[in-house]
Protein backbone atom coordinates (compact mmCIF):
# COMPACT_ATOMS: atom_id res chain seq x y z
CA UNK A 1 0.00 0.00 0.00
CA UNK A 2 1.38 3.41 -0.64
CA UNK A 3 1.26 5.26 2.35
CA UNK A 4 2.56 8.80 1.01
CA UNK A 5 0.03 10.59 -1.30
CA UNK A 6 1.18 12.99 -4.19
CA UNK A 7 1.21 15.89 -1.63
CA UNK A 8 3.87 14.29 0.11
CA UNK A 9 6.34 17.50 -0.71
CA UNK A 10 4.14 19.53 1.42
CA UNK A 11 3.57 17.33 4.07
CA UNK A 12 5.98 16.90 7.28
CA UNK A 13 7.03 13.24 8.07
CA UNK A 14 7.57 12.59 11.58
CA UNK A 15 10.55 10.05 11.71
CA UNK A 16 10.73 7.87 14.69
CA UNK A 17 10.73 4.30 15.96
CA UNK A 18 9.81 2.32 18.20
CA UNK A 19 12.95 -0.76 18.72
CA UNK A 20 14.97 -0.52 21.50
CA UNK A 21 18.59 1.02 20.89
CA UNK A 22 21.07 -1.56 19.21
CA UNK A 23 24.76 -1.67 19.20
CA UNK A 24 25.84 1.31 18.63
CA UNK A 25 26.55 3.06 21.73
CA UNK A 26 30.16 3.47 21.40
CA UNK A 27 29.52 5.80 18.36
CA UNK A 28 27.11 8.78 20.31
CA UNK A 29 28.64 11.23 21.35
CA UNK A 30 27.76 12.49 24.75
CA UNK A 31 27.94 16.19 25.46
CA UNK A 32 26.15 19.03 27.57
CA UNK A 33 24.52 20.86 25.72
CA UNK A 34 25.65 24.08 26.78
CA UNK A 35 28.98 23.49 27.31
CA UNK A 36 29.81 24.89 23.92
CA UNK A 37 27.32 28.17 24.03
CA UNK A 38 28.40 30.66 21.02
CA UNK A 39 26.82 33.32 20.36
CA UNK A 40 25.77 34.69 16.89
CA UNK A 41 28.37 37.01 15.10
CA UNK A 42 28.69 39.06 12.16
CA UNK A 43 29.65 37.38 8.85
CA UNK A 44 29.82 40.86 7.01
CA UNK A 45 33.72 41.61 5.86
CA UNK A 46 34.61 44.88 5.68
CA UNK A 47 31.43 45.77 7.60
CA UNK A 48 32.65 49.39 9.14
CA UNK A 49 33.80 50.14 5.63
CA UNK A 50 31.00 49.74 3.81
CA UNK A 51 28.93 51.54 6.30
CA UNK A 52 31.25 54.48 6.21
CA UNK A 53 30.83 55.23 2.28
CA UNK A 54 26.99 55.85 3.01
CA UNK A 55 28.29 58.60 5.45
CA UNK A 56 27.04 61.46 2.72
CA UNK A 57 23.74 60.38 2.07
CA UNK A 58 23.58 60.65 5.53
CA UNK A 59 24.51 63.63 5.83
CA UNK A 60 22.62 64.70 3.45
CA UNK A 61 19.12 63.28 4.32
CA UNK A 62 19.53 65.13 7.60
CA UNK A 63 20.89 68.23 5.72
CA UNK A 64 17.40 68.08 3.64
CA UNK A 65 15.14 66.90 6.18
CA UNK A 66 16.25 69.84 8.82
CA UNK A 67 15.35 72.33 5.95
CA UNK A 68 12.39 71.13 4.77
CA UNK A 69 10.84 70.76 8.28
CA UNK A 70 12.40 74.54 9.60
CA UNK A 71 14.58 73.31 12.48
CA UNK A 72 17.00 75.72 13.53
CA UNK A 73 19.28 73.11 13.86
CA UNK A 74 19.72 69.33 14.07
CA UNK A 75 22.63 67.19 15.60
CA UNK A 76 22.96 63.28 14.94
CA UNK A 77 26.04 60.65 16.18
CA UNK A 78 25.55 57.07 14.20
CA UNK A 79 27.36 54.42 16.83
CA UNK A 80 28.29 50.63 15.40
CA UNK A 81 29.80 48.54 17.18
CA UNK A 82 30.11 49.93 20.66
CA UNK A 83 30.92 53.75 19.49
CA UNK A 84 29.88 56.60 17.09
CA UNK A 85 31.54 56.43 13.76
CA UNK A 86 29.85 59.34 12.62
CA UNK A 87 28.43 62.50 13.47
CA UNK A 88 27.36 66.08 12.56
CA UNK A 89 25.69 69.22 13.29
CA UNK A 90 23.73 72.27 11.10
CA UNK A 91 22.11 75.38 11.50
CA UNK A 92 21.86 77.55 14.66
CA UNK A 93 21.65 76.24 18.60
CA UNK A 94 21.31 80.18 19.22
CA UNK A 95 19.48 82.08 16.67
CA UNK A 96 19.84 85.36 18.37
CA UNK A 97 23.83 84.94 17.90
CA UNK A 98 23.96 82.69 15.29
CA UNK A 99 26.17 80.22 17.29
CA UNK A 100 26.16 76.92 15.77
CA UNK A 101 25.59 73.58 17.36
CA UNK A 102 28.32 71.31 18.22
CA UNK A 103 28.07 67.38 19.23
CA UNK A 104 28.88 68.78 22.76
CA UNK A 105 25.69 71.12 22.60
CA UNK A 106 23.21 69.72 24.94
CA UNK A 107 19.35 69.70 23.96
CA UNK A 108 16.33 68.42 25.95
CA UNK A 109 15.91 65.07 24.85
CA UNK A 110 12.21 64.95 26.09
CA UNK A 111 10.39 61.64 26.60
CA UNK A 112 13.85 59.79 25.77
CA UNK A 113 14.46 60.65 29.33
CA UNK A 114 11.87 57.77 30.33
CA UNK A 115 14.43 54.97 29.50
CA UNK A 116 16.75 56.54 32.00
CA UNK A 117 14.48 56.29 34.94
CA UNK A 118 13.36 52.70 33.80
CA UNK A 119 16.60 51.60 33.82
CA UNK A 120 16.74 53.22 37.47
CA UNK A 121 14.06 51.37 38.79
CA UNK A 122 15.44 47.66 36.94
CA UNK A 123 18.30 48.46 39.19
CA UNK A 124 17.03 48.89 42.37
CA UNK A 125 14.85 45.55 41.26
CA UNK A 126 18.23 43.98 40.63
CA UNK A 127 19.75 45.00 44.37
CA UNK A 128 16.46 43.64 46.19
CA UNK A 129 15.25 47.32 47.18
CA UNK A 130 11.76 47.20 45.14
CA UNK A 131 9.58 44.47 43.71
CA UNK A 132 7.76 44.82 39.85
CA UNK A 133 5.00 43.61 41.16
CA UNK A 134 4.73 46.14 44.54
CA UNK A 135 1.70 48.37 44.53
CA UNK A 136 2.78 51.76 43.89
CA UNK A 137 0.93 53.09 46.91
CA UNK A 138 3.23 51.12 49.17
CA UNK A 139 5.85 53.99 48.03
CA UNK A 140 3.23 56.99 47.53
CA UNK A 141 0.65 56.04 50.15
CA UNK A 142 -1.73 58.93 48.84
CA UNK A 143 -2.27 56.38 45.79
CA UNK A 144 -3.83 53.99 48.54
CA UNK A 145 -6.78 56.35 48.49
CA UNK A 146 -7.36 57.01 44.54
CA UNK A 147 -10.74 55.94 42.75
CA UNK A 148 -10.57 53.42 39.97
CA UNK A 149 -12.27 53.25 36.91
CA UNK A 150 -14.11 50.01 38.25
CA UNK A 151 -14.55 48.63 41.77
CA UNK A 152 -12.83 45.64 40.59
CA UNK A 153 -9.51 46.88 39.44
CA UNK A 154 -6.60 45.70 40.51
CA UNK A 155 -3.77 48.06 42.53
CA UNK A 156 -1.62 50.25 40.17
CA UNK A 157 1.65 48.19 40.30
CA UNK A 158 5.07 49.89 39.43
CA UNK A 159 5.44 47.68 36.22
CA UNK A 160 1.89 48.88 35.20
CA UNK A 161 3.84 52.70 35.69
CA UNK A 162 6.78 51.07 33.31
CA UNK A 163 4.42 49.17 30.66
CA UNK A 164 2.14 52.34 30.31
CA UNK A 165 -0.83 50.48 31.33
CA UNK A 166 -2.18 51.81 34.76
CA UNK A 167 -5.02 52.84 32.78
CA UNK A 168 -4.03 56.58 33.47
CA UNK A 169 -5.47 58.46 30.18
CA UNK A 170 -2.79 59.61 27.77
CA UNK A 171 -1.34 63.03 28.59
CA UNK A 172 0.24 64.44 25.73
CA UNK A 173 0.53 67.60 25.50
CA UNK A 174 -0.91 68.20 29.53
CA UNK A 175 1.92 66.45 30.86
CA UNK A 176 4.69 68.28 29.13
CA UNK A 177 3.59 71.75 30.61
CA UNK A 178 3.71 69.65 34.65
CA UNK A 179 7.90 69.43 33.93
CA UNK A 180 8.55 71.82 36.59
CA UNK A 181 5.98 70.79 39.26
CA UNK A 182 7.45 70.35 42.57
CA UNK A 183 7.34 66.95 44.73
CA UNK A 184 4.29 68.56 46.49
CA UNK A 185 2.67 69.38 43.74
CA UNK A 186 3.07 65.98 42.34
CA UNK A 187 1.61 64.40 45.28
CA UNK A 188 -1.24 67.18 45.73
CA UNK A 189 -2.40 65.82 42.28
CA UNK A 190 -2.50 62.31 43.15
CA UNK A 191 -4.44 63.09 46.81
CA UNK A 192 -7.14 65.14 44.70
CA UNK A 193 -8.13 62.17 42.93
CA UNK A 194 -6.94 60.92 39.55
CA UNK A 195 -9.06 60.04 36.61
CA UNK A 196 -8.79 56.94 35.04
CA UNK A 197 -9.34 55.97 31.66
CA UNK A 198 -9.53 52.21 31.75
CA UNK A 199 -8.79 49.12 34.59
CA UNK A 200 -4.87 48.66 35.22
CA UNK A 201 -3.35 46.48 33.67
CA UNK A 202 -5.77 45.77 30.83
CA UNK A 203 -4.55 48.43 27.97
CA UNK A 204 -1.96 50.74 26.57
CA UNK A 205 -1.66 54.21 27.09
CA UNK A 206 1.08 56.64 26.58
CA UNK A 207 1.27 58.29 30.14
CA UNK A 208 3.73 61.17 30.95
CA UNK A 209 1.91 61.09 34.67
CA UNK A 210 3.28 57.26 35.42
CA UNK A 211 6.81 57.99 34.69
CA UNK A 212 6.71 61.02 37.30
CA UNK A 213 5.34 58.30 39.59
CA UNK A 214 8.00 56.46 38.98
CA UNK A 215 10.79 59.33 39.68
CA UNK A 216 8.86 59.89 42.81
CA UNK A 217 9.40 56.09 43.56
CA UNK A 218 13.32 56.37 43.31
CA UNK A 219 13.41 59.42 46.08
CA UNK A 220 11.75 57.31 48.38
CA UNK A 221 13.26 54.11 47.81
CA UNK A 222 16.99 55.84 47.40
CA UNK A 223 16.53 58.76 49.67
CA UNK A 224 17.75 61.25 47.59
CA UNK A 225 16.12 62.64 44.29
CA UNK A 226 15.92 60.39 41.27
CA UNK A 227 18.36 63.05 39.48
CA UNK A 228 20.71 62.47 41.51
CA UNK A 229 20.51 58.81 41.70
CA UNK A 230 20.39 58.56 38.01
CA UNK A 231 23.25 60.67 37.22
CA UNK A 232 25.72 59.08 39.99
CA UNK A 233 24.43 55.18 39.43
CA UNK A 234 23.85 55.36 35.27
CA UNK A 235 25.23 59.13 33.77
CA UNK A 236 28.56 59.16 35.26
CA UNK A 237 29.42 55.26 35.12
CA UNK A 238 28.87 55.75 31.21
CA UNK A 239 31.11 58.89 31.09
CA UNK A 240 28.12 60.93 30.17
CA UNK A 241 29.87 63.56 32.65
CA UNK A 242 27.92 66.89 30.76
CA UNK A 243 24.37 65.84 30.47
CA UNK A 244 22.19 67.94 33.35
CA UNK A 245 18.71 68.10 34.09
CA UNK A 246 18.17 71.82 34.96
CA UNK A 247 18.88 74.24 32.10
CA UNK A 248 20.50 77.09 34.43
CA UNK A 249 23.71 74.93 35.34
CA UNK A 250 24.50 74.38 31.61
CA UNK A 251 27.02 77.02 30.27
CA UNK A 252 25.50 79.58 27.43
CA UNK A 253 27.38 78.32 24.92
CA UNK A 254 26.92 74.86 25.18
CA UNK A 255 23.10 74.50 25.49
CA UNK A 256 20.69 74.65 22.50
CA UNK A 257 17.20 77.31 22.51
CA UNK A 258 14.22 75.98 22.06
CA UNK A 259 11.77 77.32 19.18
CA UNK A 260 8.69 77.62 17.78
CA UNK A 261 7.97 77.89 13.65
CA UNK A 262 4.67 79.68 14.20
CA UNK A 263 3.15 82.27 11.81
CA UNK A 264 6.66 81.67 9.14
CA UNK A 265 8.99 82.25 11.52
CA UNK A 266 10.72 81.43 15.00
CA UNK A 267 9.55 82.26 18.50
CA UNK A 268 11.64 80.95 21.26
CA UNK A 269 10.29 79.34 23.66
CA UNK A 270 10.61 79.45 27.54
CA UNK A 271 12.74 76.81 28.84
CA UNK A 272 11.05 75.05 31.72
CA UNK A 273 12.84 74.65 35.02
CA UNK A 274 13.50 70.49 35.96
CA UNK A 275 11.02 68.94 38.50
CA UNK A 276 8.97 66.20 39.65
CA UNK A 277 8.04 65.69 35.67
CA UNK A 278 11.48 65.57 34.35
CA UNK A 279 11.28 61.91 34.94
CA UNK A 280 9.13 61.30 31.88
CA UNK A 281 11.22 64.39 29.65
CA UNK A 282 13.39 66.21 31.73
CA UNK A 283 17.05 65.19 30.64
CA UNK A 284 19.82 67.72 28.44
CA UNK A 285 22.00 65.73 26.10
CA UNK A 286 24.60 65.80 23.65
CA UNK A 287 25.54 63.90 20.74
CA UNK A 288 28.44 62.69 22.47
CA UNK A 289 27.43 62.08 25.97
CA UNK A 290 24.14 60.11 24.55
CA UNK A 291 26.09 57.90 21.83
CA UNK A 292 27.96 56.34 24.59
CA UNK A 293 24.11 55.57 26.54
CA UNK A 294 23.06 54.64 22.99
CA UNK A 295 26.74 51.96 22.59
CA UNK A 296 25.47 50.65 26.46
CA UNK A 297 22.71 49.31 25.05
CA UNK A 298 23.85 47.69 22.03
CA UNK A 299 26.08 46.06 24.54
CA UNK A 300 23.90 43.91 25.79
CA UNK A 301 23.25 42.09 22.57
CA UNK A 302 23.98 39.34 22.31
CA UNK A 303 23.63 36.98 25.69
CA UNK A 304 27.51 36.09 25.99
CA UNK A 305 30.13 34.76 28.66
CA UNK A 306 32.28 37.94 28.98
CA UNK A 307 32.24 40.00 32.24
CA UNK A 308 29.52 42.19 32.62
CA UNK A 309 30.76 45.32 34.23
CA UNK A 310 27.94 47.96 33.12
CA UNK A 311 26.12 50.21 35.61
CA UNK A 312 23.04 47.43 34.91
CA UNK A 313 23.17 44.05 34.13
CA UNK A 314 23.78 42.97 30.63
CA UNK A 315 20.38 41.09 31.19
CA UNK A 316 18.74 44.06 32.84
CA UNK A 317 19.04 45.80 29.22
CA UNK A 318 17.59 43.31 27.43
CA UNK A 319 14.96 43.36 29.68
CA UNK A 320 14.44 46.61 28.94
CA UNK A 321 13.85 45.86 24.92
CA UNK A 322 11.16 42.95 25.48
CA UNK A 323 7.91 44.38 24.74
CA UNK A 324 5.68 43.90 27.63
CA UNK A 325 2.20 45.47 26.31
CA UNK A 326 1.55 46.09 22.97
CA UNK A 327 -0.02 49.00 21.44
CA UNK A 328 -3.76 48.92 20.72
CA UNK A 329 -3.22 49.73 17.18
CA UNK A 330 -0.78 46.66 16.48
CA UNK A 331 -0.16 45.55 14.08
CA UNK A 332 0.10 48.57 11.23
CA UNK A 333 1.74 48.82 8.15
CA UNK A 334 4.58 50.30 6.57
CA UNK A 335 6.15 50.03 3.10
CA UNK A 336 7.43 46.72 4.16
CA UNK A 337 4.26 45.26 5.20
CA UNK A 338 2.69 44.50 8.50
CA UNK A 339 4.48 45.75 11.42
CA UNK A 340 4.24 44.72 15.34
CA UNK A 341 5.02 47.45 17.76
CA UNK A 342 4.44 47.56 21.01
CA UNK A 343 5.84 49.00 24.38
CA UNK A 344 8.92 47.93 26.66
CA UNK A 345 10.53 49.11 29.67
CA UNK A 346 11.16 53.12 28.72
CA UNK A 347 11.30 51.82 25.21
CA UNK A 348 9.15 51.08 22.34
CA UNK A 349 9.74 47.93 20.55
CA UNK A 350 8.53 47.24 16.80
CA UNK A 351 9.46 44.21 14.92
CA UNK A 352 8.50 44.63 10.45
CA UNK A 353 7.67 42.15 7.84
CA UNK A 354 11.35 41.60 7.21
CA UNK A 355 11.93 40.21 11.02
CA UNK A 356 14.05 43.19 11.82
CA UNK A 357 13.67 44.51 15.45
CA UNK A 358 13.81 48.10 16.28
CA UNK A 359 14.14 49.17 19.88
CA UNK A 360 13.38 53.11 20.33
CA UNK A 361 12.32 56.01 21.73
CA UNK A 362 11.91 59.45 20.72
CA UNK A 363 11.09 63.00 22.64
CA UNK A 364 9.46 65.69 22.09
CA UNK A 365 8.32 69.19 24.23
CA UNK A 366 8.13 72.84 23.91
CA UNK A 367 11.16 74.15 22.05
CA UNK A 368 13.15 70.63 21.18
CA UNK A 369 12.51 67.04 19.71
CA UNK A 370 15.17 64.34 19.20
CA UNK A 371 14.77 60.24 18.85
CA UNK A 372 16.78 57.21 19.05
CA UNK A 373 16.94 53.70 17.67
CA UNK A 374 18.92 50.54 17.99
CA UNK A 375 18.57 47.33 15.60
CA UNK A 376 20.16 44.85 18.22
CA UNK A 377 20.51 42.05 15.84
CA UNK A 378 22.62 44.47 13.33
CA UNK A 379 24.03 46.28 15.91
CA UNK A 380 23.78 49.84 14.49
CA UNK A 381 22.24 52.56 16.49
CA UNK A 382 21.64 56.09 15.74
CA UNK A 383 20.57 59.63 17.59
CA UNK A 384 18.93 62.83 16.63
CA UNK A 385 18.68 65.93 18.39
CA UNK A 386 16.41 69.26 17.05
CA UNK A 387 15.95 72.02 19.14
CA UNK A 388 12.14 72.69 17.46
CA UNK A 389 8.85 72.24 19.28
CA UNK A 390 8.29 68.73 19.24
CA UNK A 391 10.39 68.13 15.99
CA UNK A 392 11.32 64.60 16.68
CA UNK A 393 13.61 63.18 13.45
CA UNK A 394 11.87 60.01 13.65
CA UNK A 395 11.70 59.83 9.68
CA UNK A 396 14.87 60.46 8.90
CA UNK A 397 16.33 58.49 11.58
CA UNK A 398 14.09 55.59 9.92
CA UNK A 399 14.93 56.65 6.44
CA UNK A 400 18.81 56.71 7.41
CA UNK A 401 18.82 53.28 9.13
CA UNK A 402 16.67 51.76 5.87
CA UNK A 403 19.59 53.18 3.98
CA UNK A 404 22.31 51.74 5.60
CA UNK A 405 21.26 48.45 5.96
CA UNK A 406 20.06 48.59 2.51
CA UNK A 407 23.49 50.25 0.84
CA UNK A 408 25.64 48.83 2.50
CA UNK A 409 24.15 45.54 2.42
CA UNK A 410 24.38 44.77 5.89
CA UNK A 411 23.32 41.13 7.75
CA UNK A 412 22.11 40.41 11.42
CA UNK A 413 24.34 38.28 13.08
CA UNK A 414 24.57 34.75 12.07
CA UNK A 415 24.13 31.84 14.67
CA UNK A 416 27.23 29.54 14.41
CA UNK A 417 26.39 25.56 14.65
CA UNK A 418 26.79 24.44 18.19
CA UNK A 419 29.47 21.31 18.84
CA UNK A 420 26.17 19.33 19.97
CA UNK A 421 24.35 19.90 16.33
CA UNK A 422 26.84 19.42 14.16
CA UNK A 423 27.50 16.00 16.00
CA UNK A 424 23.60 14.90 16.03
CA UNK A 425 23.83 15.71 12.34
CA UNK A 426 26.53 13.41 11.58
CA UNK A 427 24.97 10.47 13.34
CA UNK A 428 21.60 10.99 11.72
CA UNK A 429 23.55 11.20 8.14
CA UNK A 430 24.86 7.68 9.34
CA UNK A 431 21.16 6.10 9.62
CA UNK A 432 20.06 7.67 6.45
CA UNK A 433 18.33 7.22 4.14
CA UNK A 434 18.63 3.49 4.86
CA UNK A 435 17.72 3.60 8.24
CA UNK A 436 19.14 0.82 8.43
CA UNK A 437 20.14 0.73 12.57
CA UNK A 438 18.24 2.57 15.45
CA UNK A 439 21.06 3.94 17.66
CA UNK A 440 20.73 5.89 21.15
CA UNK A 441 20.78 9.37 19.25
CA UNK A 442 17.14 9.48 19.72
CA UNK A 443 15.65 10.18 23.05
CA UNK A 444 12.93 7.65 25.34
CA UNK A 445 10.03 9.17 23.71
CA UNK A 446 11.26 8.89 20.07
CA UNK A 447 11.20 4.87 20.17
CA UNK A 448 7.89 4.96 21.63
CA UNK A 449 5.68 6.93 18.83
CA UNK A 450 5.19 4.49 16.27
CA UNK A 451 6.54 1.18 14.74
CA UNK A 452 9.58 1.13 13.36
CA UNK A 453 8.80 -0.51 10.14
CA UNK A 454 6.02 2.11 9.51
CA UNK A 455 8.74 4.78 9.65
CA UNK A 456 10.98 3.03 7.66
CA UNK A 457 8.35 2.51 5.02
CA UNK A 458 7.62 6.23 5.36
CA UNK A 459 11.07 7.42 5.03
CA UNK A 460 11.51 4.89 1.71
CA UNK A 461 8.69 6.40 0.10
CA UNK A 462 10.76 10.02 0.55
CA UNK A 463 13.83 8.50 -0.51
CA UNK A 464 12.26 7.01 -3.79
CA UNK A 465 10.80 10.22 -4.60
CA UNK A 466 14.42 12.43 -3.80
CA UNK A 467 16.23 9.83 -5.30
CA UNK A 468 20.16 8.77 -4.92
CA UNK A 469 21.84 11.25 -2.44
CA UNK A 470 23.82 13.75 -4.53
CA UNK A 471 25.49 15.82 -1.14
CA UNK A 472 24.51 17.06 2.04
CA UNK A 473 23.94 20.67 3.23
CA UNK A 474 25.52 22.56 5.86
CA UNK A 475 23.57 22.66 8.80
CA UNK A 476 21.27 25.95 9.50
CA UNK A 477 20.75 26.40 13.52
CA UNK A 478 18.10 27.99 14.46
CA UNK A 479 19.22 27.83 18.20
CA UNK A 480 21.46 26.23 19.95
CA UNK A 481 19.42 22.61 20.60
CA UNK A 482 17.48 22.79 16.75
CA UNK A 483 18.03 23.02 13.15
CA UNK A 484 17.47 21.78 9.88
CA UNK A 485 19.74 20.54 6.61
CA UNK A 486 19.61 19.87 3.33
CA UNK A 487 19.83 16.73 1.70
CA UNK A 488 19.96 16.97 -2.30
CA UNK A 489 19.36 13.76 -4.36
CA UNK A 490 18.97 13.12 -7.59
CA UNK A 491 15.22 14.16 -8.33
CA UNK A 492 14.78 16.34 -5.68
CA UNK A 493 15.84 17.79 -2.23
CA UNK A 494 14.59 17.06 1.17
CA UNK A 495 14.74 19.44 4.19
CA UNK A 496 16.01 17.54 7.23
CA UNK A 497 14.84 19.77 10.53
CA UNK A 498 15.40 17.87 13.92
CA UNK A 499 15.43 19.13 17.68
CA UNK A 500 17.12 17.98 20.88
CA UNK A 501 16.00 17.59 24.38
CA UNK A 502 16.99 19.43 27.51
CA UNK A 503 18.66 17.23 28.99
CA UNK A 504 22.28 17.55 30.49
CA UNK A 505 23.70 15.51 27.43
CA UNK A 506 20.41 16.32 24.97
CA UNK A 507 19.30 14.09 22.12
CA UNK A 508 16.99 14.07 19.74
CA UNK A 509 13.38 14.36 20.16
CA UNK A 510 12.02 15.37 16.55
CA UNK A 511 12.73 14.59 13.28
CA UNK A 512 11.27 15.59 10.18
CA UNK A 513 11.54 15.32 6.40
CA UNK A 514 9.98 17.78 3.90
CA UNK A 515 10.36 17.39 0.30
CA UNK A 516 10.84 20.53 -0.87
CA UNK A 517 11.42 20.37 -4.93
Known sequence: MKLLSNFAALCLLSIVACQAPTSKTSEIVEIKGSADYMPPVFTDKDRLEKISQVFPV????????????????????????????????????????????????????????????????????????LD??????????????????????????????????????????????????????????????ISFSNAPGLSYEYSNLGFALLGNIINKVTGTTYQQYITDNILKPLGMNDSKWEYTEIPENQIALGYHWVNEQWQEEPILHDGAFGAMGGLFCSIEDFSKYVAFHLSAWPPRNEPDNGPVKRSTVREMHQVWRMNDNSPANNQYGPYDFGYAYGLGWQKDARGIVRISHSGGLPGYGSEWRIFP??????????????????????????????????????????????????????????????????????????????????????????????SVGELTPLNQLRGYFVIKGEKKSVRVFFTLTPENTPLIQQLNLRIID
Open 377 to 470: DYGIGIVSFSNRRYGAPSRANEQIMDTIISLANLKPRTLPVSKILEIRKNELMNILPDWSESPELFAENFYMDMPLDLRKREIDEVFAEVGPVK
Open 132 to 193: LQDPAHQYIPELKNITYATADSPPVTIQHLLTMSAGFPEDNPWGDRQLDDTNEELIALIAEG
Open 58 to 129: VDKIFKDFANQNHYPSIAYGLIVDGKMIHSGVSGEANRATGQAPTTKTLYRIASMSKSFTAMAILKLRDEGK
